[in-house]
């Protein structure tokens, strides 16, 4: 297997994991904000988008028209990532984020599936805003694995709170 081959596996798992915990939440749960976290399933998933979009597309090929003919890159950006969750409230339907995100997702995974071996250690393309953790599109692919893990975290919180713990499937012997 090669470094793209798993770069581009660990994506698609990481993927996997944010979708079954969100198709575990009712769409109806996703704008509650619960005070112990001060965030809700709505701007995590708009938030995921845009980082998606950020760590594993725009740093690694440039700006895709086609993404932002679809989804309002810039709106999402003012909404999921400085703003404060409460004030996303009511500005998106879930639904339309759920699609977005999914339409994100199969993206990112194109793009890495189109990177050469060769790109991996060579500079991001250049953006208006640097990168806060990468250098390399390695290390921003990379990034963009252990990021949407460290929102699983997040979602699989928000979830326990506004309705039931994920079921992983495991079960206590009795």
């Keep these: 297997m090669t470094e793209i081959e798993i770069l581009v596996n660990q994506t698609s798992n990481a993927y996997e994991w944010v979708n079954k915990l969100l198709a575990e939440i009712p769409l109806n749960k996703w704008e509650i904000v619960p005070d112990v976290i001060e965030s809700n399933v709505n701007w995590q998933v708009g938030h995921l ?3 998606h979009y950020f760590h594993s597309v725009m740093v690694i090929k440039g700006h895709q028209m086609d993404i932002l003919q679809t989804i309002p890159m810039r709106e999402y950006s003012d909404l999921f990532t400085a703003s404060a969750p409460k004030s ?4 998106t339907s879930s639904e339309t984020l759920l699609v977005n995100l999914k339409m994100m997702q199969q993206k990112s995974i194109d793009i890495l599936r189109s990177v050469s071996i060769s ?5 991001l393309e250049p ?10 599109k390695f290390e921003a692919i990379d990034w963009n694995i252990k990021h949407t893990m460290y929102h699983c ?8 709170v506004v309705g039931k713990r994920f079921d992983f499937g495991l079960r206590v012997a009795e």
């Design 119 to 123: 790109e991996l250690n060579s500079s």
């Design 49 to 51: 988008i845009v980082s």
């Design 88 to 91: 996303a409230l009511g500005k």
């Design 153 to 160: 975290g997040q979602i699989g919180i928000l979830s326990r």
């Design 127 to 136: 953006t208006p805003t640097p990168h806060p953790i990468a250098k390399t």
